[in-house]
């Protein structure tokens, strides 16, 4: 089975810096790209980044774009995403995902992590 383990979230002030981490098991991480996505109270999922199997190629929303990095260390089925200049808006709770896409990493497994809370807060 699947297992997705996140953490490193926490509260941050605004402009802060955190790096969040996922361990992966249950499938073979080095060969299928994966994603972050977030759910803000009360809102819906939203797509945040994503990397190719590799972690040569990286796409990100425009919402994090040059704020967020996202990378991955395939050796310990790790995939990581530090994040600074942190904003209000980010505050969130953030999971991994398998998926390039949008909707694979929303849509495309049933499994899910427990997330990590990130808030952005003075």
């Known amino acids: 089975q699947e297992q997705f383990v996140e953490s490193g979230g926490g509260l941050v002030e605004p402009g802060g810096s955190v790096r969040l981490s996922c361990e992966v098991s249950?499938?073979?991480?080095?060969?299928?790209?994966m994603s972050w996505v977030r759910q803000a109270p009360g809102k819906g999922l939203e797509w945040v980044s994503a990397?190719?199997?590799?972690?040569?190629?990286?796409t990100y929303a425009d919402s994090v774009k040059g704020r967020f990095t996202i990378s991955r260390d395939n050796a310990k089925n790790t995939l990581y995403l530090q994040m600074n200049r942190l904003k209000p808006e980010d505050t969130a709770v953030y999971h991994c995902?398998?998926?390039?896409?949008?909707?694979?990493?929303?849509?495309?497994?049933?499994?899910w992590g427990q997330g990590t809370q990130v808030t952005v807060s003075s």
């Open positions: 249950g499938f073979a991480f080095s060969t299928v790209p």
């Open positions: 995902r398998r998926g390039w896409t949008e909707y694979e990493a929303l849509y495309g497994d049933v499994y």
């Open positions: 990397t190719n199997s590799g972690g040569d190629s990286t």
